[in-house]
Every structure is written in C-alpha cells, then in structure tokens.
C-alpha cells in the first residue's frame, strides 16, 4: 500500500500540539546562558592564569634543557626588569647607559647593526657568534677563535665576573684578543679563551664564545650560575635581545621587519581562544530547530488504484517506453526468481537460462525482454501478452 501525505492544515495542527511551551524556550535559554557565561569566565581564567612559553634555545621563558628560563627567573627574582626585542630598533629604543643588551643570535643582525648597539651606550653581552659576520664591527679588539674545549676551565684572568665563577665546563668555541685592552679568560688553547670583556668609553663589552652555560641544563653546574648572572644582572634592566629570522634583512631601523615577529606571544594563544567563543556563541545564539513533528497519515490507498493511476498517466502522455521497460523489467525478474537466479541477473545470464527453459532461440528471447521500445499503444499490448506467454512456458517447466 502506498500512502500520501498529510495536508497542510495537519501538519500546521500537529507542529501547534508539539510546539515547546513559553516556559521550555525560557528554561533552555537560561541554560544556555549560563553554559555560555561558564565558558567565558573559564577563558578569562585560562587568560590571566596560563603562563606562556616558548620552545626558542636560550629564551627567557623557555623552560626546556636549552631554554633559559630559570637564569631569566633568578635575575627577576633579584630585581632586574626583563623586556625582551626582536628587532634592532626596539633595542635603540628599550637601551642606553645604564642597561644591559644580551645578544642571543649575533648571526641574525648585520654589522652595522651591532654598531647601532654599541652606540646606544649600553653594555653587552654577546653570546654564540662563532660563525657571525656581524662580529667583523670587533675585529679591533677580538677574533673569533675556533679552537673550543670540553675540558674543565678555570678564570686564570683578573674579571672580577670570571673570578667570581672560578671556573666553567668547557666551551664549543673560543675568542682571542687583537687590542691589549681586551681580558680573555677561561683559556681553550694558546692566547684563546671562551670569555673576553673590556671596557670602552666607559661601556663595558662581554664575549662569550659558548652559550650551553647559561640554559637551564648545566645553569646550576659549577660557576655557570655565577657567571650568567653576573654578566646579565650588572644593572636593573637587561633588554634581552632575541633577533628574528627577518632582523638582518631589517636594516638599521628594523621597519620591514616580519609583523609575526613584533607581536607578543599571547596573541596566538588570544586568538584561538576567540574562536572559540565564537563558535560556542554560534551554537548557543543560532536557530535552533524544533523536535519532530509526528502526525497520522488521513488517508490510505490502495496499491492496485496506484498502479491502475501510473498507467492511466504512461498512457495519457504516450510514454510507451517507460511502460515497455516497467514491463520488461518486471518480467525478468520474476523469470530469474522461477529460475533460481539473482534478480539482478543480466541479460549474458538471463536469456540463454529463460530460452532453455521455455525451448525457444535465445534471440526470441532476448528480443521480448531487451529488445527495442514499442511505438504504438498495440505494439505495447503485444509485447505485454508475449511476455505473459513467455513467463506461462518457463513456469510449466
């Protein structure tokens, strides 16, 4: 049987009678607001409480083995201000007599930029710059050296940061002085050592030729802790100078800088955490679709009137085609269910088991079932007998 769909005077009755009442739409609003006000007041939270970090080698808020984080937390501890610059006018800006400028990657700023460094009158303290061009603006008082040490070295110079250390685990390079102003201590190898400080017009310079010291792996090793701190916290603010990927091709004034590079960390963090309240103010605020509407169907019909109403339709618009291929398609599949086979079964299967089966040429066969449409109304009642005929012989068998 085959039943019709309801009017729409029903369904407009039935979505009425299962409609949620005005106090179910205020009870689901108030639970959505405050699912909703739960959530913001947790990112708010997660904003102020979470603490960022990084994964950068010798950052101040790495706290990985390479990181040096811990160095970074003591010197606060001990009252110095930490900012951090990617850029070398950011540096400019943040420095001046009376600060201190760590140089983490002298391999990412350029010569002219470590003038512009030296300029400002701050102290520095240059790290890892063993393979740095831009350390050609020193070549007046030092050269880099690459003759390092895993040997346990001690001061043997008149530093008061390097007395002070005594001693350091090794070091994977070295430097060696050019002026006689220039104190090389922690020597590697002959007139080589890992540390060379001077002073000049009053700015004091610091080259340390290996880094390892300072992480948070060997910061509590020997006189590593000493020395770090020492050379980081010779005044109350240390600009902790992190050169971006981008800092060489930057220039002197650091203005094409990449803008990822100027932004501060919490920005990503920020902006995933907006889109998700975003999404979760979509879920909440969008329509919501009501519960199904379930209805009686009025009326049934009866499928021989069905059928009897397809043909009277195949007839009125002289669709012999459809009514042949209705036809034909039936007959298969009755033929290959008397049979025993699929009733998906094709013609290669079906028309040479039908012809044995009823004795007939497997071309007569197989022109009733797939042959060529009818193109007139008795071609159609023709074909029809011819297949009822058919469908007697194979069952008699």
């Known amino acids: 049987m085959t039943a019709f769909s309801a009017p729409p005077q029903a369904r407009l009755a039935a979505a009425e009678r299962d409609a949620p009442s005005p106090a179910s739409r205020r009870r689901r609003t108030v639970i ?35 990181g040096a984080q811990a160095a970074a937390r003591i010197l606060q501890d001990e009252g110095v201000s ?20 760590f140089l983490t990657r002298p391999d990412r700023i350029t010569e002219e930029q470590l ?48 007395r002070a250390a005594q001693r350091i685990e090794g070091s994977r390079g070295a430097v060696e002085a050019v002026d006689a102003s220039v104190s ?53 603010d240390l600009v902790w100078f992190e050169p971006s990927l981008y800092a060489a091709d930057a220039g002197g004034d650091g203005q094409t800088a990449a803008a990822s590079s100027l932004l501060p960390p919490q920005v990503r963090h920020l902006g995933w955490q907006l ?37 009277r339709l195949y007839r009125r618009s002289r669709s012999h085609g459809h009514a042949a291929a209705a036809l034909r398609a039936g007959a298969a599949r ?29 071309q007569d066969v197989g022109r009733l079932l797939y042959g ?12 029809s007998s011819q297949l009822d005929v058919l469908e007697s012989e194979v069952s008699l068998t």
Not at 133 to 162: K, W
Not at 351 to 358: K, L, S, T
Not at 372 to 383: F, G, I, R, T
């Open 184 to 236: 090389i201590c922690f020597p590697t190898a002959e007139g080589a050592g890992a540390l060379a400080t001077w002073v000049e017009d009053g700015q004091r310079i610091s080259y340390l030729a290996g880094s390892t010291l300072m992480t948070n792996a060997h910061l509590a090793e020997h006189g590593h802790a000493a020395l770090t701190l020492r050379l980081l916290g010779q005044h109350e």
């Open 334 to 362: 009755r033929l290959a269910t008397t049979l025993g086979l699929p009733s998906s079964a094709g013609p290669t299967t079906l028309v040479p088991a039908v012809a044995a089966a009823a004795g007939r040429e497997e």
């Open 32 to 66: 959505g607001l405050i699912v909703t006000a739960a959530l913001v007041v947790g990112l708010i939270a997660a904003i102020v409480g979470t603490t960022t970090t990084s994964s950068t080698p010798l950052a101040p808020d790495n706290p990985q083995p390479r």
């Open 275 to 311: 889109l998700i309240v975003v999404i979760v103010a979509i879920i909440f605020a969008g329509r919501r679709l009501g519960p199904v509407v379930t209805e009686d169907l009025p009326v049934v019909v009866n499928a021989a009137e069905t059928v009897r109403g397809r043909g």
């Open 82 to 101: 930490i900012q951090r610059a990617t850029t070398t006018a950011r540096v400019v800006e943040l420095s001046g007599p009376g600060t201190t400028v």
């Open 115 to 162: 003038e512009q460094l030296r300029a400002t009158g701050a102290d520095l303290v240059i790290v890892d710059g063993l393979f740095a061009a831009s350390l050609d603006a020193l070549d007046d008082r030092i050269r880099v050296h690459p003759a390092g040490s895993e040997d346990l070295l001690h001061a043997e110079c008149d530093d008061p940061h390097a």
């Open 372 to 383: 060529p449409p009818p193109h007139s109304e008795n071609d159609l009642v023709h074909l």
